[in-house]
């Protein structure tokens, strides 16, 4: 009769929360609404800016205040009870936050459309956005199949087009119109709840009680954004995550059936760590912790009970009910992709450069890339033919890998080195490098020597190709590049003597330059860099102080990506670790730039020859090849010179050649090789025999020779018509360079050779398989300097038991001096007691590698072994002339493997998570390419490479 | 407008050009200064070097086995051919500069009843005392049936691997080898014989086995027949042996002397021979010209093993003249021995140094003859001269001695100890009689002296460098020599390098 008992009461709660500034107009706007709420409460979370006062002054009926940090439904659920007794079926509340500023008819709209359908107990009205009010901030929510939630709308221009809609799964508690009984019945917000999902879980809840929920597209107000922005403004993608996810988690508990629930609870914390390395793949590292975080803190929730025990109270319905309302898979999957494909198209501009240049990019098969990479594949075969069916290599600074892969796991990380004397400590970073390309032939580890030494050429020939493109538009200057740098006289240097670490190397380091152009840019290349920089560093740690330079000066120029591209040392750091602790604790830092495999002295060369790209002081074995064709060898330094030279000048040229800063940055690289190379041959690091070991210089020339060929392509790129003899010159003379050195294999330089796999002779092989510590003493003569001595256990340290940790010992230890002193009188006829000393030792053969005929050591060695009746002679092997002594017991070895100790065992799990993280995040795909936020000026010139392409 | 719009523009690109230039040219400038800086400076090395130890041998009995009496093959009764008997007994001179040496007889020869050869064995002294030398040397001079002559040698220290140059196996001549293993472990000996024609291809010549502390006696005609010129090269695995020659001449029914001579230098590019006595050429050039005299003629063996022709300088420098060597180069086939007649040398001692590309091994044969009357009458007259005497030596290549060395002189007719420096600079050598009392010879660069000695006496020899030493003997219808050996190396300090990988 009264109007007032026709007319529905409306209780309009403001929730305020240091939003000052939108609080104002929103106040204003709800004075100003053509129905206005019969009753307003305002709620302030204790704000800061004279949000209290603002409210004090728009006439509510309550202004309350609760705690900071209260959650929108807690005010809400506090204010309502401060609200009138209830006096009808018919009231409502009308939930707003300070930013939900409400159009004049907002109120009267939601009212029409509430009136008009008695079983609606939720309205929402169309969010539109504050800064853009024709842009829909929100227009209702729904979730999938699996629970995550789906918001139906998400920042799309208005143009009426989801005016169509009305029965939804759920709305925003912004500016929603909730039945007064409903809230009560369903006892407000879950507090589990806090933001995210909070309103679309009480929405569900509605529609199990048997309520409709609706959109009413003619009321308008205006939102900020999402709910877990209240209040704060912004928020960082991580924590936005983490409260999604807890939320969904939250919500699966307590939706899911009874029988479900510890199911669910038990996989919480695995599919969480599942999801976080799904995540790495995914490129999204942000998300790691949120996922975790999620994961733990819904396990140990106690809001999931009452909220399980409030739903069952106030369900009516089945689920069932509300599942055509969910949104079908199908239809989630075509918006993720369609929202994926946006981002690619519109956010990226260097996408939008890349479609609008017009300037063709060498292409791998049109512009000679695949060409060269076979022809000098059929090069690489033919230089190691001899190679050719055999199983192993063996000589220089090889040796064949253990012979199963677990063996060559089990030489990686901290544990017993049985190599020498032995020690306990730190294995060398390359014998991680081992295990993986030995694993690569696990059905015969030392395979993977052989195929490297056919592959090294033309992988060389490969990388070079794809930095060059990447450094260069000329269409064929990547070919050459690729050609100078798979016959580089440092890669061919450390083929010849056996030097994987240094071939490892210098494959590797054209992907490295390119993985780190694209660090600043991509998760994946910024974690294929980090693996690579550990690749390269094991393989020629003397080169890591001048790529840590470059490492700086990546950081230095691309200051805004420096979360991509700091971490990219951190593998290597991992996988060095121990070593350096160990070297520095002994105060052997010089070791650490120790070239990993079989110690091998290295010539001396002198500073000119190092800039010919000539490590060893042979000339690249010219004066030899010289001579044997009758020219006089002093021919050769004129002609070595000569072949360099068409590089070395385009190198400097390039200064001259409009590029050259580019040019500059390159010959830096090449100075840095330089310098690592010239220092490397002064640092010694140990001996071989009586021969000092310097630290392997091509390592630094390999660098050398990568800054020397950027620069020269830079230079012929810029040379316009003199580009065809030029480059034709330029890679005749880096083919011919290589001759002697290719062809060391056929003229007896090289110091490798096919090796049947056994680094002892088959006898001790076969004496090993039964006891693996069976030792034999291994001295050869030295001439007339002396002899050297060494120890080997069982089947004798493969490549991979090398440690520098041992050949870098600084001064003999007491086992050394013992085995000098049986070597000693071995070495000659003697009084000493050689039986007591062999025995307590361990040792069952002495074994003598041959040695030139008139080698007065070895004969005196030989005839004092022969003639020692504690000895029988075995007779010749393939690696020597061999003695056995019948010692009555080998001593069973009991050292710590890698996993024998407990640091050994954590630092294995450590290396194995950061590695496992890292190749995770390098595997290309998932993720998206990062939007250019401001993208620079086209047309800018470049300090460094990657400047010159953004692709 | 446009027009100071261009000039602007060209004024930028002079500038930018500039630039480059000066750019480029401080890019020159520090590659250059790099390289130079890199190639000229003294850059100082740091780090460790090559960690050795010195190790010193405990030291071991030292070794040295005489060659033992004369031997024949068979009984003196012609029976038991292929089974060697010995003949008399050789005296042994023996030394040590510290301590005494022991001598005893070996274990086991083939024959019970034989005289066996004998070895000297010096105990280690205390530890870190200097170890000494030892030395001996054995002399023998028989006269029984066909064997008629002075044979001296030295006692020598077992090895696996001896070069024999001399003997041979012509009508009339006979050539014994005997292979001595001291050791307490077995030794296989295989055995390579070259010859004028070539390496020898005989069976039987592998896998000898002699056993611990025994001997073995070979007739080298049994692997080499008829062989003017055989050199034999003895390896042995196993225990080492000692390998020693026996030469014993008999023309017709006349004894032409004996000797037995052990081994010399290894191959190598430079071989010399000190103390080449030529005594009488007149008389040995008037007997050579009877029948089956031929071999009376001083003879230079040479092999160059291996294949390819060869250039090889013979000199021969006069003892006591400094300078007047006579030198020839001639061109030899590998594998091949060649033999030089050396029957233009006039009286004296001669050393013979043989050089060549590749390694050789080198021998050479002398001979003394006693005739009848006045040789040179004999000669003017014409008629055949009558022989009384003959006897010959084989004498071998001299290893170098520096520092010290020990000689033992064992008792013999005027024996004379020849010293040659062949060394770049003059040098001094004390030659102290272990009795004392002694003298000091310095000899030029080149030069070689001879300085007369007591017999069974030993001598130390001090301060050399880069000398070869022989010993000789001489007298009527006896010649012998042999060469001084330098300490065993079984005592010496060596350096022991360690290999970690």
Redesign the interface.
Known sequence: MQPRSVQPRIIAVVVARSGADRLQRTLAAIAAQTRAPDILIAVDGSSKDGSEALLSTAGATHVLTVRDGTSFGSSVAHAVSFAPPVESDGEWLWLLGHDNAPDPDALSRLLGAVEIAPSVGIAGPKLMSTENPAVISEFGQTISRFGATVSLVDDELDQAQHDTRDDVLGVSAAGMLVRRSLWSALGGFDPGLPSIDASLDFSIRARLAGYRVILVPAARVASDGGPELFGRGQSSAARTFRIARAAQLHRRLVYSPAWAVVLHWLSLVPLGVVRALGDLVGKRPSAIGGELGAAFSTAFSAGIGVARRNLKRSRTVGWSAIAPLRMPTSEVRERRAQAREAALLESDPSNARALARTEPRAGFVSNGGFWVVVLVGIVGVLAYGTFLGATAISGGALRPLSASVPALWGNIGIGWRE??SGVFGAADPFAAVLAVLGSLTFWAPSFSVVLVYFLAMPLSALGAWFAARRITRSLWMPALAGIVWAFAPPLLAALASGRLGAIVAHILLPWLVLASLGAARSWASGAAAALLFAAVAAGAPSIVPALLVLFVVLLVTHPTRIHRTIGIPIPAIVLFGPLVVQQMLAGNP?GLLADPG??LASGSA???Q??LGDATGTLLGWPAALSSLGIPGGVAPVLVIGLCAPLVILA??A????G?RRA?FA?FVA?LG??TA?LAG???????????M?VWAGSGLSVFWMGLTAAAILAIGSLGRAVVPVSTLAGLAAVALAIPLLGAMFVGTALIHPSNGRILPALVSAQAASSPSVGTL?V?S?GE??????LERGLG?SLD???TL???????DAL??R???L???L??????DYSGELTSLGVSFILVPGAPD?DETH??L??AL????SLT?VGTTTTGLLWRFEASTTPPSVHPTNTGTSLGSWYLVALGIVFGVTVLLAIPIGGRPRAHRNPAPTDERAETFDEEEHG | MAERESKALSGRSIAIAGARGVVGLIGVGIAVASVAAASLLPLPTVGTGPGSVVVTPVAATQQRICAGPVLRLGSDTGQQATTANSIGRAEVTRAATVGTPSLENLDATQNEKNVPPQRLLLEPGETGEEPGILAGSQSQFVSADEFVGFAASECAAPSSDSWLVGGSTLTGRTTLLALTNPSKVSSTVNLTVYSEKGTVAASGTDGIIVPPGGQRVFSLAAFAPDIASPVVHVVSTGGQVTATLQQSILRTLTPGGVDVFGVGTRPSRLTVIPGVVTVGHQSVEAASSLGGYGDLVGTLRVLVPGTGSTDVTVSAIPEGASGAASSSTLTLEGGIVTDFPLGDFPDGTWTLTVASERPAVVGARSSTVTLAGDPEKSLASGAPPVVVSTDFAWFVGAPELDGRALVSIAPGPSPRLHLVNTGTESTSVAIDPLSGGGTTVTIDAGAAVAVPVAPATSYTLSGMTSVRASVSYLGDGRLAGFVVSPPGRASQPVTVFHQYG
């Open positions: 190599v020498g010089l079989v110690p002198s500073g000119w190092l800039a400097l040229l200064l001259f050649l409009p050259a500059i010959l100075f330089y310098a010239v002064l640092v010694q690091v140990g001996a071989v025999g009586s021969e000092p310097t291994v050869s030295l300097t002396g002899v050297a001595v060494r340290a038991d090398q440690s041992v050949s870098t010992k600084r001064a003999p050394d001096r085995l000098a002193v070597a000693g009188n070495s000659a006829r003697s009084g000493f008139d004969r005196s030989v005839d022969d003639g020692n009746e002679p």
